[in-house]
Nanobody, 125 residues
Framework: QVQLVESGGGLVQAGGSLRLSCAASGRTFSTYAMGWFRQAPGKERDLVAAISRSGVGTYYAYSVKGRFTISRDNAKNTVSLQMNSLKPEDTAVYYC??????????????????WGQGTQVTVSS
């Protein structure tokens, strides 16, 4: 069993930055690929960024490439999402997710094994 707790959301002006963090419980964190999804009102939950178990492999959605950076610290059981140059369209609830195995498992949200409770990110224009 893995529990995920997100932090770092909030309100920021367009062009600003936020850093989201996700703390995971358990001793098997390094066996999980980790990802950040987001869901805006009335829209589907979409993968924003993902990172492999070792941290070497990463994936970014086209809409955030070059602006967001995902990282993980397996010694501290944490995964982070640095978000720069934020835009109003980045406004959403952001969820941390874990999938046992390969990063590609997170390409489909239904294959995630665990989810955090979500943190709101609001970008004002």
């Amino acid at each position: 069993q893995v529990q995920l707790v997100e932090s770092g959301g909030g309100l920021v002006q367009a062009g600003g930055s936020l850093r989201l963090s996700c703390a995971a419980s358990g001793r098997t964190f390094s066996t999980y690929a980790m990802g950040w999804f987001r869901q805006a009102p009335g829209k589907e939950r979409d993968l924003v960024a993902a990172i492999s178990r070792s941290g070497v492999g990463t994936y970014y959605a086209y809409s955030v490439k070059g602006r967001f950076t995902i990282s993980r610290d397996n010694a501290k059981n944490t995964v982070s999402l640095q978000m720069n140059s934020l835009k109003p369209e980045d406004t959403a609830v952001y969820y941390c997710a874990a999938a046992e195995g390969f990063l590609s498992s997170l390409y489909h949200s239904e294959k995630a094994d665990y989810w955090g409770q979500g943190t709101q990110v609001t970008v004002s224009s």
